[in-house]
């Protein structure tokens, strides 16, 4: 468990501090109509196919934090395309797995508390069985990116945390 933090936004004291959040479902599942998604989604913990059309896998987005020995977790979904969406399944519980080369995928979760993250571009690293793959966002300005690359300070996972928390995120 990670210690608790005094929150900046409303001075208490939580008694935990977050270090991952995820989203469910890829945003595109959000922006079809709640009564189609039954009929044109596949969607499980790990992967998402969308009118067999748009193919999805979750992954780990991880920001390196300077101060801590562990990584803050972004949940993520990225977009593959349907060859590498199939290779993904049919490595899906092969042992060795982690030894495939990176896919080129794009982002497909809204991260909050960022400028718009859709369709930044990434490479998924598969990881052993039972891991999520790695999402490694391609080198830009945009500060998500700059954030995986150079690291955050544990003050930036509070100030996440506490802008989450209270709906500011």
């Known amino acids: ?3 608790g933090f005094y929150c900046q936004t409303c001075g208490a004291f939580h008694e935990e501090l977050p270090m991952d959040y995820g ?13 189609e998604r039954a009929t044109r989604c596949e969607l499980t913990d790990e992967l998402c196919v969308i009118d067999d059309e748009f193919f999805f896998l979750r992954g780990c987005l991880e920001i390196p934090i300077l101060d801590a020995d562990r990584p803050l977790v972004w949940g993520v979904w990225v977009s593959l395309s349907r060859d590498n969406f ?20 794009w982002l497909m979760t809204s991260l909050p508390l960022y400028p718009n993250t859709l369709s930044l571009k990434t490479h998924v690293h598969t990881r052993p069985i039972g891991e999520r793959p790695t999402i490694e966002l391609e080198p830009t300005d945009h500060p998500l990116a700059v954030e995986q690359r150079e690291g ?6 509070e100030e996440i945390a506490a802008a989450i928390l209270h709906g500011g995120g």
């Open 1 to 3: 468990m990670t210690p």
């Open 23 to 35: 989203a469910q479902a890829p945003h595109l599942y959000y922006d079809l109509p709640e009564a």
């Open 86 to 105: 199939a290779r993904t399944a049919e490595l899906w519980e092969t042992p060795g797995r982690e030894a495939e080369p990176p896919m080129f995928g």
């Open 152 to 157: 955050i300070s544990l003050a930036r996972v």
